[in-house]
């Protein structure tokens, strides 16, 4: 970039759209290292994993029958069903579905879900528009790196205020993605980014809610369409990110310039991108780590429980402490409910964050059973666990960095495990396997769609 | 309203959307005042006239197009145009039509046009689900009111801030009247407007570009689709518009909670809405009266002008002041603009604001004599235009309320010359007379869609 980013007439002129604009067209697929080529698969078999598995979610259901009778055509596939429909209602349910359980992965400055959005749009354009898979690989890459650094450029103040950051930038993404896999020019590009950013909505009060997956399907069909417009000449503004009513300034009171073109090209996104081993929010990662850890070497019984402690930053006790929750969706951000159901069952799937989990009298009678203890020099990445025995005597499990983060990222072979327990779990009938496979050598695949044929039924 | 409207506990519950869903879920044909009634059937000819008007600009040719690739079905008509299409994609464009040029409806205290999203989901709708005339004006009524509430309770700060009120608060009117029209009870209108509050997406940086088309559309069919999926019991969260994290404080740091219900029932919106004459920023309207009256007695032609001096409030400075403007859209809110063009032809139809008149060298030169006089003291809907003749001589001409205004509102025969001017503006070929003759009896009308018949070609 020539000019100082935070210049207001080089603000004004739209020098940071069209920068991002130029990047998005210009980066080709060797220009990608192989680390970030490997993330972007490993982004992909996660991404089948949580839309398989929340594919036959009552949300989904609902809206499969709304949206399907609104489908131009069927040419494309829902993940994990046998209903066919069109581009765009393909990229909103797909997204949906991937997203419902907030299973899917979390990019960490932002905590955005980068992959449900982009990934969504750009199968569902696949299915009618043939391509390659390193061709999708790429515009993958790309979508996430504009959705995450416009998410970098807000955050931390449009998460906080009520923007649901997932749905509001993953239009950006979703736009970049589909722009690039078209072929657009820059100019078409900076069209497509100007295009979504009319279209940036979703609020955090909705989480827990099936409105919530509106936003989230949103982002990725009104991110293809506006890349779809573009293509055909339909006109943004020069600059409606950093324009004086533009999104960066609308989304935040300080929003980062600096972080929408820093390092653009050398540093990736995609290489901050976390997998979460639990359906649950991110911050109980070590607590039910530890949980895990204590009853594989058990030596008491539920019975002899006394008190639970819970140590952490104060964050885990403002996100987490949730008593009483009544539903399997807010049972996912409890920490009572997860130190009980996860002491008493040893499994942290799915099933122990339903509402049957969380209607069993036994586990709430556990839940009440804990404390939490504020300790504000602890890092949000641990968690303490320990057991209060009727004895006196306590047993204690301490986590430094949860499984799935950054610092103990999921294996390949656990991403793979996850997609075969979500295939099964989502109730989808999908033979795991194949699609695994094909997701692997996914840079070598001729046709990106074919995977989708995989993962339906 | 039971509970005091500012209590913490009462806003986490819900108390305002459920107010305003009860509100919309109750209110009968036989509570409309006249009024009230009168005003609709005002307002949807205006609609009618500039759906027309806008049926073929280039951005509705290129939407159309792309738009037209995701069609379910031929149900529904474009105003002014020869295609059919779906619902949901009928509610979009025809919201396009009717908002390109900005020369729809303005509600005094927000500046939102309500017309345009909330009429062209309800036309959409009637299409393929029969309503009577009144049950579709009930619906429009309480659609407009939805939306003016919460753009009352957000304004001036969300749309100084820069988002385009029209489509962030179009989307609840879009909801609550299409939530109407279905004949929800007050939990489903809720989870209309929890629906919809994930929908609210649009940009003042977008001004004069294609792009802000989108958010316009995207207001009117995702107001309809978020009725159609609470219908279908697609649930949102309890305060959506209320809660720590809904619509209203993300909206506005300071939003005015008690704008929601305030006298919900005995005052309306509705009243407060005004129509343009010319396809203009309001703000110029005194200042094109002016012009008009000048011209209509002058003694003086175009080349003894030396200097034009026009006064009035500094904001009319701000938002007007734009010398050399290239495009048509620019040029509607260019004050230089306006008083050349007016002051040379006699007139401020579409085409004295078109790509062509702002590319008259003769107008240029005109525009470049303009000097603006702040006067704080004077009123925002007043002006004064004063011609500085080469003989020294001065000729002024005072606006304290412009036509079109709450002051002096157009009468309904100037309404209906809209309408026939602009059915011919548009080339749309329609003939506006039965359409005119079907709106003002709208009430008594069987079958609503038929309107929709005789505005299409």
């Given at each position: 970039m020539q000019a100082d980013p935070v210049d207001a007439n080089a603000l004004r002129s739209g020098v940071l759209t069209r920068a991002l604009a130029r990047f998005v067209a210009d980066t080709q697929w060797r220009d990608v290292p192989a680390a970030v080529r490997n993330e972007a698969k490993r982004s992909l078999v996660n991404y089948f994993a949580v839309a398989l598995a929340g594919s036959h979610d009552p949300t989904l259901d609902k809206a499969v029958g709304v949206y399907g009778r609104f489908r131009a055509d069927q040419t494309a596939t829902l993940v994990g069903r046998s209903e066919r429909t069109d581009m765009l209602n393909a990229a909103a349910l797909n997204a949906m579905s991937a997203n419902v359980y907030d299973f899917d992965d979390t990019?960490?400055?932002?905590?955005?879900?980068?992959t449900a959005p982009v990934a969504a749009a750009l199968f569902a354009l696949a299915e009618s528009h043939p391509m390659r898979g390193d061709a999708l690989l790429l515009a993958f890459v790309l979508g996430v790196e504009v959705a995450c650094r416009i998410g970098n450029a807000v955050s931390p103040e449009h998460y906080q205020r009520g923007w649901h950051i997932t749905s509001t930038c993953g239009v950006f993404g979703a736009a970049a993605a589909v722009a690039k896999a078209r072929a657009l020019d820059e100019q078409r590009v900076a069209w497509a980014l100007g295009n979504a950013s009319v279209q940036t909505g979703g609020l955090?009060?909705?989480?827990?809610?099936?409105?919530k997956s509106i936003s989230v399907g949103n982002a990725a069909r009104n991110g293809a369409l506006s890349a779809l417009l573009a293509e055909d000449g339909f006109s943004g503004p020069n600059a409606p990110l950093e324009g004086e009513r533009g999104f960066l300034r609308v989304a935040a009171a300080q929003p980062d310039w600096t972080a929408i073109t820093r390092d653009l090209g050398h540093e990736w996104e995609l290489l901050k991108n976390t997998y979460k081993p639990y359906p649950c929010g991110v911050v109980l990662n070590p607590v039910i780590d530890a949980c895990l850890d204590l009853r594989r070497d058990a030596r008491w019984s539920l019975d002899d429980i006394e008190q639970i402690e819970l140590t952490g930053h104060p964050l885990l006790r403002e996100r987490t402490d949730r008593p009483g929750v009544r539903t399997g969706r807010e049972s996912q951000v409890s920490a009572q409910h997860a130190v009980a159901v996860v002491l008493a069952r040893g499994k942290a799937g799915l099933d122990e964050f339903s509402d049957a989990a969380v209607a069993d009298p036994s586990l709430r009678a556990l839940a009440g059973k804990l404390r939490f203890i504020d300790d504000?020099?602890?890092?949000?990445e641990s968690a303490q666990v320990s057991i209060v025995l009727r004895s006196g005597q306590r047993v204690s499990q301490r986590v430094h960095a949860a499984r799935?983060?950054?610092?103990?990222p999921l294996a390949n072979v656990e991403l793979a495990d996850k997609l075969r327990q979500l295939a099964a779990d989502g109730c989808s009938?999908?033979?795991a396997q194949p699609l695994i496979d094909r997701l692997w050598k996914f840079e070598s695949e001729d046709d990106a769609a074919a995977v989708m044929r995989l993962a339906r039924i």
């Open positions: 990019h960490i400055p932002t905590i955005i879900h980068p955090v009060e909705t989480l827990g809610t099936m409105s504000a020099s602890w890092p949000v799935g983060s950054l610092a103990a009938g999908v033979d």
